[in-house]
Each structure stands twice: as structure tokens, then as C-alpha cells.
């Protein structure tokens, strides 16, 4: 098994590192202090196809394979953890279900939007009632003529404020449990949609995370995704590999804060010698560069088999534990290495340990990934 980088993908990361560096790097910490990221950034990403990556070309994307995309993600997030959020929300939860359930002619549609950028996508499906109890999921749809009518409300909706395309987790039924759910594509400019709060955040607070209340919402039939009954399948699908994208985004903080603390410890001086001389700081760098690439090997390996067609629920579930929870660890313990400059938020560690803690918690818990894993292996 080979999911190792190869020539073209060490290309790819070299321009991606020219352009993180030249771009998103200097206005990293403005993004954080600003609460939301340029449109001129996202112009640009799209004009390099970071919003369509593995999206095939005929439908406008990048045609890159899956792996290049979470190559993106994670050096994007080496930088900035909000800009690589809002590409994995939008390619993993919204480009990714419609290119595998849609119809030839919803991939039309939605697609080449989606790729250029010019719409931002995302993922309606939890609710004040229902996280990672999906069944649980309270907004309703109805068939009424020629239209689908949708009633609810949507929390923590990541690019949500974009009001771009979106897909949709409603049930019919609520009694029927996950056979009454279906999942639909819906523009979010449509009459009825209505933002309701943008959360203001601990971490990655350059990302939109957005409620939504849904009045009456009219959207065609053929917005439909799938068939109905479909929806638990679809979400789930789509959550399995989204896992794999955060995991990327994970290790990407991690690897920033490594970084960081690697240039760190070596330009301070303490006791008439670097840091990076003592010990007991060249055990915390070791350290956190053993859990980064443990880490990085379980998420290539996640990617190469979805890339390869290959069962890969337990992986992803793995590497987005394991990334996670590496991403925390060692972020807070480059804080540690910084001493007192860790604490200010011009050398940025501190907002890597605060971006890096939603990684354990949105696109499944770590307690949600401990559980997969264990019905996977006691079958």
C-alpha cells in the first residue's frame, strides 16, 4: 500500500506553501481579530481551485484527486485553521454528497458554483435537540405541489452566513426514526430562510457558525438529494469523510504550532544558550512531532482508501481521534515552550490551542469516534 506523497502532490504542497505563506500567513491573526475571512482570499483560493479540488473538471472543479484536497486543507490550516475549515465544510458537506447522490443534473447545477467559489457551501443538520443524536432532528418537510415545504431551525451551521448552497437534513416523519429523514439541496437565499445568530466563538472565530429558522421554505422536488429515506445514509456517508478533512485541518494546527516553537526555541536565549539546548524542551518538541506524524500516517492512510474505493469508516473515525486530540496536545504544549510569549496573541500559539480545540468536537465528538470504533471492532 502506498499513500504516501508523490511528485505531482509535492508540487502541489510547494505552491500551496508559496501562496500560504505570501497570503494567508500575514493576515492570519487579522482574520481571528476580525472575526471573518477577506473575499479577496476567497477569490483567489477559487481562482486556484482550492473550493473545487477533487470536484472533476466537466463540472468546473480543479479535477485533483481526493488526496490533493486534504493536502490542501491541511496546509492551509498551518496558517490559519478558519480558512481551512471553511474549505473542508464547504468541498467535504456540500460538494461531496451532491458529486456522489446527486443527479446528472443537480451536479450541473450546484457544481460549477460551488467550485468557482461563487457559492459557499454547507451543511444543515444539527439542532438545539439534536447533535449527535441525528434521529433526533425536529425540522420537518412536507410534499405540497410541485414543491418540498421545509419548517425548523439549524445550529452551528459552519459558512453558514454565506447564504450559499446548502444540504439539508429534515424528516418527514419523526416517529419512522432514521427512515424518515431525507436529504435535500437548498439555496439559502430562498424566501423563508432566515439567519437567526452568528455565534461568536472560542476558536476558529474567522469561520461563520451560524443558526438558521426555516419558515415555510419552498424548494422544487428535484432539490431532493438521493431518495427520500435517504437522509441518515447521505449524513452519515458525509460525515465518514468529512472526518478525514478535519482531520487534516487538525493536523495542520498542530504542525503550524510546531513549527512555530521549532523557530521559537531556537532563536530564544536563556542561561546563555537557546532553548532548544535544554532537554526538557527537546523531549516536548519530540514529543509533539511523534504524535503529528503518527497522526499524518493514519489520515493518508483514511484518504487512500476512500480514494481507492475501499472501505474506510474506522480509518477516518482513527485519524480524526487520533489528529484531534494530537492537535490540542500539542498546542498546548508549544504554549508551554513559549513561556510567557506563548500567552500573547502576536505569537500566535494561543490562538492555534484555541482553534484546535473544536476539532475534538464538531463532525462527530472524540467520544463519538471512540464509539465507532469500538462497535467496529465487536461486531
Not at 479540488?53 to 496546509?75: H, K, Q, R
Not at 457551501?121 to 444539527?126: A, E, K, R, V
Request: net charge negative.
Amino acid at each position: 500500500m502506498n499513500f504516501g506523497i508523490s511528485e505531482d502532490h509535492n508540487v502541489l504542497v510547494d505552491s500551496l506553501r508559496d501562496f500560504v505563506d505570501n497570503e494567508i500567513k500575514p493576515i492570519a491573526i487579522e482574520i481571528d481579530e476580525k472575526h471573518e475571512i477577506p473575499t479577496s482570499l476567497i477569490t483567489q483560493m477559487s481562482e486556484l481551485g482550492f473550493m473545487g479540488t477533487y470536484i472533476p473538471e466537466e463540472y468546473g472543479g480543479a479535477g485533483m484527486d481526493y488526496f490533493s484536497y486534504i493536502l490542501t486543507v491541511e496546509e492551509v490550516s498551518k496558517a490559519c485553521a478558519s480558512t481551512g475549515v471553511l474549505i473542508a465544510a464547504h468541498t467535504s458537506l456540500c460538494c461531496g454528497p451532491i458529486l456522489s447522490y446527486g443527479t446528472e443534473e443537480q451536479k450541473k447545477q450546484y457544481l460549477p458554483d460551488l467550485a468557482s467559489g461563487k457559492k459557499i457551501g454547507c451543511f444543515l443538520q444539527t439542532e438545539p435537540n439534536a447533535g449527535s443524536d441525528v434521529v433526533n432532528i425536529d425540522t420537518k418537510y412536507k410534499e405540497e405541489d410541485d414543491c418540498y415545504v421545509i419548517s425548523g431551525s439549524k445550529i452551528f451551521i459552519t459558512n453558514g452566513a454565506y447564504k450559499g448552497t446548502g444540504i439539508l437534513i429534515a424528516t418527514k416523519d419523526k416517529t419512522l426514526g432514521h427512515k424518515g429523514l431525507s436529504a435535500f439541496i437548498i439555496d439559502l437565499s430562498t424566501p423563508g430562510v432566515e439567519v437567526t445568530k452568528n455565534e461568536v466563538k472560542m476558536g476558529i472565530r474567522g469561520s461563520y457558525t451560524t443558526a438558521f429558522g426555516l419558515d415555510s421554505v419552498r424548494i422544487p422536488k428535484e432539490n431532493l438529494l438521493g431518495k427520500e429515506g435517504d437522509g441518515f445514509k447521505i449524513a452519515m456517508e458525509t460525515l465518514n469523510a468529512g472526518r478525514i478533512s478535519i482531520g487534516a485541518q487538525a493536523l495542520g494546527i498542530a504542525q503550524g504550532a510546531l513549527d512555530k516553537s521549532i523557530d521559537y526555541t531556537q532563536e530564544r536565549k536563556q542561561f546563555g544558550k537557546p532553548l532548544s539546548a535544554f532537554q526538557a524542551v527537546s523531549m516536548k518538541l519530540a514529543e509533539m512531532k511523534v504524535r503529528i506524524e503518527q497522526s499524518k500516517l493514519l489520515i493518508y492512510k483514511a484518504a487512500w482508501l476512500k480514494e481507492n474505493d475501499k472501505p474506510y469508516i474506522m480509518e477516518s473515525a482513527m485519524a480524526k481521534l487520533s489528529a484531534s486530540e494530537t492537535a490540542t496536545f500539542v498546542t498546548k504544549d508549544a504554549i508551554q515552550v513559549h513561556g510567557g510569549y506563548g500567552f500573547i496573541c502576536e505569537y500566535e500559539v494561543e490562538r492555534m490551542y484555541r482553534d484546535a480545540k473544536i476539532t475534538e468536537i464538531y463532525e462527530g465528538t472524540s467520544e463519538i469516534q471512540r464509539i465507532i470504533i469500538g462497535k467496529m471492532l465487536i461486531k
